[in-house]
């Protein structure tokens, strides 16, 4: 008994959570999604307000992240499956190029 909270936080720390949902087609882009495994961020993640709306509006499914919350605990997985649009990945990549300020904000 005495090794099985160590055995828990083996199995559960670090795994990885499956996020996938069921969309398979941007709505932006009309494209296939893809699936990847990316870093969970948990806690505020504080953007340029910039950022968010253009999100929305133009790549809504990038997922290079998955924002997990403000709950976290020992069982937390660290990284998620995810589906992705490669057109919205590039559009986000188009934005950050275009507006590398936003990044300090
Ligand atoms: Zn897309």
């Not at 505020?44 to 992240?65: G, I, T």
């Amino acid at each position: 008994m005495r090794g099985l909270p160590i055995l828990v936080l083996i199995l559960t720390g670090g795994c990885v959570a499956d996020r996938r949902g069921d969309q398979n087609t941007c709505p932006v882009h009309e494209s296939a999604l893809q699936e990847d495994t990316v870093r969970i961020l948990y806690g505020l993640v504080l953007r340029d307000p910039d950022y968010w709306a253009a999100m929305k509006a133009r790549f809504p499914l990038s997922n290079r992240e998955y924002l997990g919350g403000c709950m976290i605990g020992c069982c937390s997985a660290s990284s998620a499956q995810v589906r992705f649009c490669a057109r919205c990945r590039q559009a986000e990549a188009e934005w950050w190029a275009q507006y590398p300020e936003a990044l300090k904000r």
